[in-house]
């Protein structure tokens, strides 16, 4: 568990540095495992277009980032910290 933790920190704080734009992390983390939009997108059943605007930040949809989020093995909240709000 603090291993997972660590890496969760971990990612915090390059998530930080990119300015809150998690389009660059999610690209690396979807290349380190091995996964592609278009397969995110078959498995959900969701257009790959819309995933797509997800990932570049110009469409903000909970359920995709949830997606997301579940595919790459990291909380939402790593990734988009306004999620954790409300």
Sequence with gaps: ??????EM????????SLNQNPTNLIKALMLARGL??????????????DLNRVIMGTRHTRHIREVIALELKVDIKVLWPEEGET
């Design 1 to 6: 568990m603090e291993k997972q933790n660590i």
């Design 9 to 16: 920190g971990a990612l915090s704080l390059v998530n930080d």
């Design 36 to 49: 592609r939009q278009k397969d995110i997108a078959m498995k959900y059943e969701i257009p790959a277009s």
